[in-house]
């Protein structure tokens, strides 16, 4: 990988929605450090990975934790579900994985029961209000019902918030949690069922008792990890950071309200690990080759048709979380500018090219029109981006299989020219383009 000029210190982000496929370059990448630091989202991303032929659905675990020997670190801008955590861990180890190097930041955040309930009922709530909802420009988000947004919540609300330490003190976390539970049924309850028992009372015992069993299986993994980052910085060591979800979900710099509840790019490496942002030598930006995004919010360059359907199965495109079909659309090189922008990307990564084989064309949108004329910006506004409409630029299709392409200049021209348009329209050049799931199927330029 030496004509990625990569450092010590290194991130790979999503540029999209998104599912871009950067569990396959963490992967890929990981044999080159010796660890890999998830540092925002929860159990509602999901990375697939396929090592010689089988394949791993990750949720919450780095996914460098499939090569052998490298520290796969949860950082604390992470919320951790437990039960999602420990299953992963049973699942990876039952499958010949080497769990041992995993590593829990004793600071991040744990998703609760109640947090789930909160948010299947918020959203439940929102879609029997749908009509008044609408007209008042919310309605709702389409979350994978995780619980991540409530903990995050609750984590600036600090009082109800439960960390990864508290786990390893189960007896004023008994405490807490009588006072989280009356705090937590006395606000949701109201959200339940008229004519049916509340359905957010919770039992502060029984949750003590889960939340007592969790630290007692993950308590050995708990640990600092601010500290431990910066000892292995300090001794030479290399250090990937693995971004969950895509830039343009980051709950600042995406299209608001319907965004995830971290900060999903570059920006969420310092406040998520506790590694300065002076330490990060380049950044790989993932980007599809074309468009998916899942859940509510605006898409711009959303297909509807027998093409959508002919990408959305080729592509494997149904959610690594939820199982739910993605949305499928032509690549947006304006998101795509703005998030290359907003991280500072240094290489970018494609990936799903073999994905628009056998298509007599191929569009890409470079620009979106407005009634006040058009521009080339982004707009991180679900509103106003609502409003925008794609301007196309056309290109040829490629009807050959690219999946046993190991070099770039074996592509089809035509493939080559969709490569070269997207480097020059992003202004950033393209160092691995991906040909196909497997690990040996990406060319290194």
Request: glycine share 12%; with cysteine.
């Amino acid at each position: 990988m030496n004509s990625l000029a990569l450092g010590r210190c290194n991130a790979v982000i999503g540029l999209q929605w998104g599912d871009e496929g950067k569990g396959k370059y963490v992967d890929l990448l990981a044999s080159e450090h010796d660890a890999v630091v998830r540092f925002n989202g929860g159990a509602n991303a999901g990375h697939s990975v396929v090592v010689g032929g089988e394949r791993f659905s990750l949720h919450l675990i780095p996914s460098g934790i499939l090569t052998k020997g490298r520290l796969a670190v949860i950082g604390n801008g992470v919320v951790v579900d437990p039960d999602t955590l420990i299953g992963e861990v049973d699942g990876l180890a039952a499958r010949g994985v080497d769990v041992s190097g995993l590593v829990v930041s004793d600071r991040a955040h744990v998703v609760m029961p109640y947090h789930k309930s909160e948010d299947s009922l918020r959203e439940e709530l929102l879609k029997s209000q749908r009509q008044v909802a609408e007209e008042g420009g919310l309605v709702e988000i389409g979350t994978t019902r995780r619980g991540i947004g409530p903990a995050y919540a609750d984590k600036v609300h600090r009082t109800t918030a439960v960390r990864a330490c508290d786990l390893l003190r189960p007896a004023q976390l008994r405490e807490r949690l009588e006072l989280v539970c009356w705090a937590k049924s006395a606000t949701l309850s109201p959200l339940g069922e008229p004519d049916q028992p509340p359905s957010a009372r919770f039992d502060p015992s029984e949750l003590a008792a889960r939340a007592a069993g969790w630290g007692a299986r993950l308590g050995p993994m708990i640990q600092d990890t601010a500290y431990l980052l910066h000892g292995l910085l300090a001794d030479g060591k290399r250090v990937l950071f693995e971004g969950a979800n895509g830039t343009l979900l980051d709950v600042d710099h995406g299209t608001y309200p319907f965004v995830t509840s971290s900060s999903t790019g570059v920006g969420g490496i310092a406040s998520g690990s506790g590694v300065p942002p002076s330490a990060l030598n380049s950044v790989v930006g993932v980007m599809k080759s074309y468009s998916t995004r899942v859940g509510g919010g605006p898409m711009p360059t959303e297909l509807h048709d027998d093409r959508a359907q002919y990408i959305r199965e080729r592509g494997r495109e149904y959610g690594t979380t939820t199982g739910r079909p993605r949305r499928v659309g032509w690549l947006d090189l304006v998101g795509v500018r703005y998030a290359c922008m907003i991280n500072g990307v240094s290489t970018l990564a494609v990936t799903l090219l073999d994905v628009l084989a056998g298509m007599d064309g191929l569009e890409v949108c470079t620009h979106y029109e407005f009634e006040g004329g058009r521009t080339d910006r982004f707009i991180p506004d679900a509103a106003d981006l609502a409003r925008a409409r794609p301007v196309y630029e056309r290109l040829p299709g490629f009807s050959a299989d690219i999946t046993g392409v190991r070099r770039l200049a074996d592509l089809p021209r035509e493939a080559r020219r969709y490569l070269d348009f997207v480097q020059e329209a992003v202004g950033v050049r393209a160092g691995l383009v991906s040909v196909g799931p497997g690990r040996e199927q990406t060319i290194v330029v």
